[in-house]
């Protein structure tokens, strides 16, 4: 049986009546991961042993019929910023390269508690900062579809692992598309939910008032499987909304006929990779032929000011979240002959440059002068394009629109033209900007493999809504594949 073909529902479905055990799917992951990873460097900690233990755990209650769980025995990644009881969770920094937590993220409690079996930890940029995963301590993550080209980050270990087979959802954290991108990298489904749908408890912070857990799958099933899981509120983060959940999975299926869905243009078009925007034309297609109406929407306060504005909120924010790495409280120590070179020696050592950077900038940005000036305007720009958007979804259920300007960035290209990268995140961080849910979907492939992913965004809580636009788009696009890594180079392991 080729498990790692399986989707998470599949899998699921065959341990809770009995066609296969929870083990037996796990063993064939983890030796998936062995064979194969060391072509794309994706998983940075394999906890085999804690992993087998679940899995038998799942096993001993399907034996007495106590198995019933919606992702019984469904094996899953999670991004090295998310806290695991017992298992190093390093942010990919020599920050915090040795640190153990003694506590699970709620998003990875939640994911046991539905039956999933941790398998590890994933690939990152180091703190969530950038898009290409190759600030990691452990080494750059390769794409699986062409491993010239980046998998795109921050979570590029998580979707990496997800197209090459590695597991059917792996989550990851988005703050400004860290989700979305590197699935749209990969050719995978990312999510990235309303701002408050999913506890951000246990999850290592880069700009709070952004960040959001998002999974990535390789379909909208399992996608919604996995989003009926994770969300729900949390006392741990007051962040998180106690409305009632929808049943995601149930309305992922409603369709879209008699839905207006708005394209956006007005935006400069000839500076994106050809291919994507053919995706959006055949997406607004799928839409048109699935029933629903589409019109033209122009945005321009947000096409105009959100990368910027997204760039000042987040290193701003950061710069106080980031703070408490210092040698003492938390993090790296380096010896000092008094307090203030203790703390310059840790910061200095632990933290490594693209971070180092952004807290600079970050803290110039909350700089009185500054901070009137570029932090405080940003704040309101930021409602602004809240704004926009809001008026938008008063016409519309759902906008279509990039969510990369480009195909997979080539390694390195980080060095040569790092504004180009930043430039990259302007469709993928209004969503954080506006607190939005927004879905990166895989709707094909280029003639070289590459994929071509767009963007979904809907109403602040419309998560449901999106989930059903996705699904029926993904029904005439059909499912991504798997990425055929075992075919491709030498297998290093
Ligand atoms: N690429 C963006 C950045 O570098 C987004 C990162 C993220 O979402 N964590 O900030």
Redesign the pocket.
Known sequence: MEFYKLSALEIAEGVKNGKWTASEVLSAHLERIKKYDGNINSVVTLSEESAQREAEEIDRMSADGRAQRPLAGVPFLVKDNFCTEGIRTTCCSKMLSDWIPDYDATAVRRMKAAGAVLMGKTNM?EF????TTESSIFGPTLNPRDFDRVPG??SGGSAAAVAAGFCPIALG???????R?PSAFCGVQGMKPSYGQISRYGIVA?ASSLDQVGPITRNIGDMAAAMEVLAGPDSNDTTCDAYERPSFSEASLAGIEGKKIAVLTGYDTDSMDRPLIEAIEKSADYCRSAGAEIIEAQLPITMKHAVACY?MV?LGDASSKLACYDGMRYGHHAEGRNLAEMYKKSRNQGFGKEVRKRILIGTCILTRGYYENYYVPATKVRQMIADEYAELFKKVDALICPISPALPYKKGLVEEDPVRI?LG?AF??IA?LAGLPSISLNVGFTEKGLPANVQLMGPRFGDAGLLALARSIENKAGCPSIAEIEKKGECRI
Do not use: I, R
């Open positions: 940029d969530a900062m950038g898009s980050g921050s954290s988005d703050t400004g598309g860290s989700v991108q880069y760039y987040a930043y995140d993928s961080s954080n």
